[in-house]
């Protein structure tokens, strides 16, 4: 058993510190947020992920784990896990400050000998900058990189059972004492050094990234040649050498990290001399299917006076409260500007999502938001949603498009009751098209007239990735 401080009570801080702390582990969690400490003092976790209020409940009931604000509280630990954000600078390059900042707000408390922990995911050479600063070398403080791969959604399940443990470490020392705290997680611990593991986390989330965007690609050569591409995606799936994660086709990715670390990968390559062309196709293939939702939903609602497009989803994805980066906001935020009434409906995120963007009519319930809307947009792929009772919803809407935007719901029978329905290169029996009607606007161009290359008069951005929708402005921070 160790004594460990975490710094940030966030989704990788809080679940790093009460899962720690359910591995044996005395933790003590520092957060700088007066309303999220008062709320974890009593029990009451800021994020929603399965498990975690119950986790923290229990190990705050067994005193294996307290929330202070003050940064002495870290006097004892021979540990110090860092999971403060690092967001985007407007350059696209990770900002750091939080990281420095925490570190140095430790440093008049820390004990002589203690391992600082970087769970941040931080520009490669971060950890080693850290730890050449000299109160951290006076002390013989020695700073470890321990990339955190947990997905939101399944965080307490993953940091317990996670694919392996990565260590990057210029001490072997130091890594062995890290990798004890892991004792008795069954998972392979693999110790490099820092800059590894440092890129090894960037690139994992930019190659998961590239899956996603790859098949949206297809998915747009799919509906053009008329195949399916769900049943593309199934059979290069089964391929072994490709496995069948993250190759739906749909809106495209969000949240908090692969946007951001697509970006700051990027930054970092261009920094030290290196062309990135696959980062900016990745991340520009990714808008574009913003662009393609927001654009048929407008087509469909064009001429209609008073339209109204309700968004069923608003998380960046299901089983998670978080909005950063997500599609759904993101065409919110474009349909609002283009004087649509936006209604939408989440089972989790509508505080979150109100707080950004406050224009939007939300509902708690899923048929209140659809009732006379003329057109709705699957958004986020919650289990609710394909439950819904579409008779009743063909009857209560005013339209009849629905815009399919993760390939969830069924589209057969949704154009047998009478819907328009538009997917992402989904092939439907009832028209045999790959996208979606076949008097659809986008028939004649599934891309909506955007292009890769930048071809419909995007403008290029500060962070030099190409976009004519900036969706990252509808970020909750
Ligand atoms: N969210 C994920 O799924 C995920 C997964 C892997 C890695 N990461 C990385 O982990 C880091 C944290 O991400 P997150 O999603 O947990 O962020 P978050 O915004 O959910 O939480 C960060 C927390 O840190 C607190 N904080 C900020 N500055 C502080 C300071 N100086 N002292 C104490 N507390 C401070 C904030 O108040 C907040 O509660 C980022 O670098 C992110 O890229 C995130």
């Known amino acids: 058993m160790a004594q460990l401080a975490v710094v940030g009570a966030g989704y990788v801080g809080l679940v790093t510190a009460a899962c720690l702390a ?31 209020a119950e986790l923290v409940r229990e190990q705050l009931r067994h005193g294996s784990l307290r929330f202070t604000g003050d940064y002495a509280g870290v006097a004892e630990s021979e540990f110090i896990f860092i999971a403060v954000p690092t967001p985007s600078r407007e350059d696209g390059s990770a900002d750091t400050s939080h990281v420095l900042h925490a570190v140095n707000s430790l440093i008049p408390h820390v004990r002589p000998a203690t391992v600082i922990v970087v769970k941040s995911t931080v520009p490669v050479g971060t ?6 600063m ?12 321990n990339p955190e791969f947990l997905r939101q959604g399944t965080a307490v399940h993953d940091f317990l059972q ?39 986390k960037y690139t994992a989330n930019a190659l998961l990234a590239a899956r996603v965007s790859f098949m949206n690609e297809i998915s747009h050569i799919a509906a053009a040649v008329d195949a399916n591409v769900d049943d593309v995606a199934r059979i290069v799936g089964m391929d072994r050498r490709i496995g069948p994660a993250f190759l739906r086709a749909g809106l495209g990715w969000g949240g908090s990290c692969f946007p951001k670390d697509v970006l700051a990968l990027a ?40 339209p109204i497009v309700a968004i069923l989803g608003l998380a960046f994805k299901p089983n998670t409260d978080d909005v950063r980066g997500s599609p759904a906001l993101g065409i919110a935020q474009h349909l609002l500007a283009e004087g649509v009434i936006v209604r939408a409906h989440d089972p989790f995120a509508l505080v979150n999502a109100s707080r950004v963007l406050p224009d939007v009519e939300y509902s708690e319930d899923a048929y209140s938001a659809l009732d006379g809307a003329d057109a709705i947009l699957l958004a986020t792929e919650w289990e609710e949603y394909y439950d819904l009772d579409w008779i009743l919803v063909r009857e ?36 045999g098209n790959g996208t979606g009607p076949h008097e659809g606007p986008m028939d004649s161009s599934p891309l909506g007239g955007a292009t890769h290359t930048n071809g419909n008069g995007a403008v290029p951005r500060e962070d030099g990735f190409a976009s004519a929708l900036d969706f990252r402005g509808a970020v909750a921070e």
């Not at 359910?22 to 498990?51: F, M, Q, T, W, Y």
């Not at 890290?178 to 069954?186: K, P």
């Not at 498009?401 to 057969?412: E, F, I, M, P, S």
């Open 22 to 52: 359910k591995l044996g582990h005395r933790v003590i969690c520092v957060e700088v947020d007066e309303s999220r400490l008062n709320g974890l003092a009593a029990g009451e976790p800021p994020i929603s992920e399965p498990g975690l």
């Open 162 to 200: 996670p694919d392996r443990v990565v260590i990057g470490a210029s001490s072997p020392d130091a890594a062995a004492r890290v990798a004890r705290l892991y004792s008795s997680i069954e998972a392979p611990i693999v110790a490099v050094d820092t800059r590894s593991a440092e890129l090894a």
């Open 396 to 431: 209560s809407m005013r339209g009849k498009t629905v815009v399919d935007g993760r390939n969830a719901l069924n589209g057969v029978l949704l154009t047998d009751l009478g819907f328009r329905y538009w997917s992402f290169g989904r092939a439907t029996q009832s028209n």
């Open 127 to 132: 950890t080693d900058r850290l730890a050449a």
């Open 134 to 145: 000299p109160p951290l070398l006076e002390a013989r403080i020695e700073v470890v990189s």
């Open 267 to 306: 930054a970092v390559a261009n920094s030290n001399g290196c062309r990135t062309p696959i980062l900016q196709a990745v991340y520009e293939t990714n808008e574009l299917q913003r662009e393609h939702a927001a654009k048929l939903l407008l087509d469909a609602v064009r001429t209609i006076p008073g």
